[in-house]
């Protein structure tokens, strides 16, 4: 591997984050011949009233040759309140091609298949499975644009009332930026709008804005602001589960 990425996740303040939707772009790496990873993870241990623990992480590889990009990522969330509590977790594996049509790669084909569950939201099992471009719409220095219209077929099997399955065609729309504001902050933003395509008041949408600062070569500090929202969740004994989460976090990068 000609670089290895290792993202240590300092929190000063956080709500731990279980959203429907998992966030790809943050993970990709520029794009280069050979291979590249990175691997994050954040711990946090609270004693109060409650003795609270949890421990996250994610990691990525990716492969490129010529103009095929191969993307591997993985994460998981765990969390447990006082000794006798259940321990909540969630997770993802996602694999993902990519061929770059063209020199300058304006437009991309992609294939993905991903795996996901996410107990606190009482979803025992999501796969998903899709394709469509990926067009860069704006390349200038300092500034990239990128518009994602794809579709894709989604199975769910969901711990609600009812224990629902569910076995659909959706569409996944993304929208991404990358931005530097100076030499050493760089603004990011991705929206993730995912409605059934035969009614589109059933839809999911996500995003996430950051900002990182470089302390000094390959140490950055970074904030990230993420919401997700459900226009229909499901419910677990008559009770209906919140359409919205957010998280914030900050965080501190090392790169070698």
């Known amino acids: 591997m000609h670089r290895i990425t290792l ?3 300092l929190l000063f303040y956080l709500n731990i984050s279980y959203s429907q939707l998992i966030n790809i772009e943050n993970l990709r790496k520029e ?3 050979g291979w590249q990873g990175s691997i994050s993870g954040n711990f946090q241990f609270t004693q109060n009233t409650k003795t609270i623990s949890s421990l996250s992480g994610d990691w990525a590889l990716q492969r490129t040759q010529k103009r095929h990009t191969f993307l591997f990522f993985g994460g998981f969330s765990m969390l447990k309140i006082d000794t006798l509590s259940k321990l909540i977790n969630g997770g993802f594996e996602h694999f993902r091609y990519n061929y770059t049509f063209t020199e300058k790669g304006t437009v991309t084909f992609e294939i993905f298949i991903q795996h996901q569950f996410n107990y606190i939201k009482y979803l025992r099992k999501r796969i998903i499975n899709g394709y469509g471009p990926r067009i860069r719409l704006i390349d200038k220095p300092g500034f990239k644009l990128y ?21 659909q065609l959706k569409g996944d729309f993304i929208l991404s930026f990358h931005t530097l504001l100076n030499p050493k902050v760089t603004l990011t933003h991705v929206t993730y709008y995912q409605p059934k395509i035969d009614y589109w008041k059933d839809y999911r949408i996500s995003t996430q804005t950051g900002i990182q600062y470089e302390l000094v070569k390959n140490l950055k500090l970074g904030l990230s602001i993420d919401l997700s929202y459900d226009a229909m969740p499901p419910i677990k004994n008559d009770i209906l589960i919140n359409k919205l989460f957010y998280s914030t976090q900050n965080f501190l990068s090392f790169t070698f």
């Open 147 to 167: 518009l994602a219209p794809l579709i894709m077929y989604e199975h769910e099997i969901y711990a609600d009332d009812q224990n629902t399955k569910t076995d």
């Open 7 to 9: 993202i240590i996740i």
């Open 31 to 33: 794009s280069k011949q």
